[in-house]
């Protein structure tokens, strides 16, 4: 099949090139020019496993093309993603101007009929909106689909190819026909292609995000209850866990849950809520206790030091929002970074795919190491902010002979309370006791 998708972001990029895997004739397209160039000249812009091989792959076999004009990718593709940021607005809601401008451009290049397809995560009703942005602009027939995506960064070729499930909300049969035939190769294992009507396809993928926010949140809560009372919270979390029922999965507690998706996507379900006279009570709650548990290690790294940060020097091992991702969108580290920056400390940082993205934001506010040791040089404390697997097994003794303190505040549980405590370090993590 002839496909384009519009938007060549994390979610555009790997939707075009596993496309492109399974025999289709895929055109991508961005409005960022040096975005399309680079894609073009052979370069993925993002890190992402798995993605290169891919890449190359389909690009040598000619299936897999860049182009930034819009004209272009409606001739090219009998059906069109949209794959376009639906950012956070300033009231919470989903900023929905890039898709429905999408819309708006593409009623006005349609000569012959197309399916679009919303793969962008966007409010319950956005189909319609779409549907009448398109239908203003022209006569020529169409269906839209909605299709969100569930992937995840650091798996999303894995997530893609081998999806657990596949949502298509639609109402035409044709082109309801056309996306099963697209997604067949998707689901020889068994899994399900759900066919449903596009406003249940919208909010399915805004109830799994919130559902899983939600469920990180509840277990961030428990944490810290368990500072409290003296209990800890990797037992906790293993005796509920295997309870069938709740599932060992996304019970891990930290420094609160970031990325592109689950911080706004709450938000946006919350203001989808306040805008169809719901009060969604759970999920503003959800987003009060993300708030605190982001900030929550400053504040005890300011008490062991008594607060006097300043002038004391912090190593950050890890900054993108999770492990194989170089994404820093709304990462905990940026505003651990932030408020150690407030209080006058010196941070050197360390991560092994998102520094680039972070000196873009912080400058020379903050200094970058080549590798994980030379990060912790003279520090007197080390904070973990994501759980990269190299992080999992350092040398302790290389730590204590290069640190100027032996001090770890983990605010990911990388390391077993007991084994710390006779390696001889101030270990403070989180949900469980405080060593030193
Ligand atoms: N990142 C994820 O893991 C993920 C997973 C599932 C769903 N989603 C959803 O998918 C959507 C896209 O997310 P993303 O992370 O890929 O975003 P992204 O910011 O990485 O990519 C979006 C791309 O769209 C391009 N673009 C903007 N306006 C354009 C236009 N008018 N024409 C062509 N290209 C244009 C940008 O230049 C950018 O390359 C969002 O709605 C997001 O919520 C994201
Ligand atoms: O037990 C857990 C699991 C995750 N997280 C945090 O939650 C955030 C999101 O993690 P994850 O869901 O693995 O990453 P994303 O790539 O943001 O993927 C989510 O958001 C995507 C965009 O909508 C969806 O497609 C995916 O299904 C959904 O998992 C990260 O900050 C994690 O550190 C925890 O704190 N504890």
Redesign the pocket.
Same mark, same amino acid.
């Given at each position: 099949m002839n496909i384009s998708v519009?938007?060549?972001?994390?979610?555009? +990029?790997?939707t075009g090139t596993c496309l492109a895997e399974t025999g289709n004739d895929v055109l991508c397209?961005?409005?960022?020019e040096s975005?399309v160039k680079k894609l073009q000249d052979g370069v993925v812009p993002?890190y992402e496993p798995q993605l290169d091989v891919l890449f190359e792959r389909n690009i040598t076999a000619g299936r897999l093309k860049f182009s930034?004009s819009?004209e272009e990718g409606l001739k090219h593709g009998d059906i069109i993603f949209l794959?376009?940021?639906?950012?956070e607005d300033e009231d919470g809601s989903?900023d929905l101007s890039?898709?429905l401008?999408?819309a708006t451009?593409i009623g006005k290049l349609l000569t012959e009929y197309k399916v679009i397809v919303d793969?962008?995560?966007?409010p319950v009703g956005t189909a319609d909106r779409v549907t009448q942005a398109i239908s203003k602009e022209t006569t020529v027939e169409f269906d839209v689909v909605s299709n969100?995506?569930? +992937?995840?960064?650091g798996f999303?070729v894995e997530d893609f190819l081998k999806p657990e499930r596949i949502v298509i909300g639609s109402s035409s049969d044709k082109a309801t026909e056309l996306m099963e035939r697209l997604y067949r190769p998707f689901v020889r294992s068994g899994n399900p292609i759900i066919i449903m009507d596009e406003k249940s396809a919208e909010l399915t993928?805004y109830a799994a995000n919130s559902f899983l926010a939600t469920k990180i949140t509840f277990m961030n809560e428990i944490a810290n209850f368990c500072e409290k009372v003296g209990a800890d919270v990797d037992k906790v979390r293993i005796g509920m866990g295997t309870d069938s029922r709740i599932g060992k999965r996304f019970l891990f507690p930290g420094i609160g849950y970031g990325?592109?998706?689950f911080p706004?996507?709450v938000k946006a379900l919350h203001k989808s809520g306040k805008d169809n006279n719901y009060d969604f009570d759970i999920l503003n709650a959800v987003i009060t206790v993300n708030d605190r548990q982001k900030r929550i290690l400053l504040p005890r790294i300011d008490a062991f030091f008594k607060g006097e940060l300043k002038d004391k020097k912090i190593a950050i091992w890890g900054l993108a929002f999770k492990p194989e991702t170089d994404?820093i969108?709304e990462a905990p580290a940026l505003y651990i970074i932030e408020d150690l920056l407030k209080s006058g400390a010196s941070v050197t940082a360390f991560d092994p795919e998102a520094m680039e993205n972070v000196e873009r934001k912080f400058g020379d506010q903050i200094s970058f190491a080549t590798d994980m040791y030379s990060a912790i040089e003279n520090a007197d404390a080390l904070i973990i902010c994501t759980e990269w697997s190299i992080f999992r097994t350092p040398d302790f003794n290389k730590l204590k002979s290069l640190m100027n303190a032996p001090v770890i505040f983990d605010g990911r549980n990388l390391y077993d309370v007991e084994d710390i405590k006779n390696e001889g370090f101030y270990y403070s993590s989180i949900g469980r006791k405080t060593i030193g």
């Open positions: 519009i938007g060549t972001g994390y979610v555009g +990029l790997v397209i961005d409005i960022d975005k993002i930034t819009l794959a376009l940021p639906t950012p989903a890039y898709v401008g999408a451009d793969k962008s995560t966007v969100p995506e569930f +992937l995840r960064e999303a993928k990325g592109s998706c706004k996507d994404d969108r």
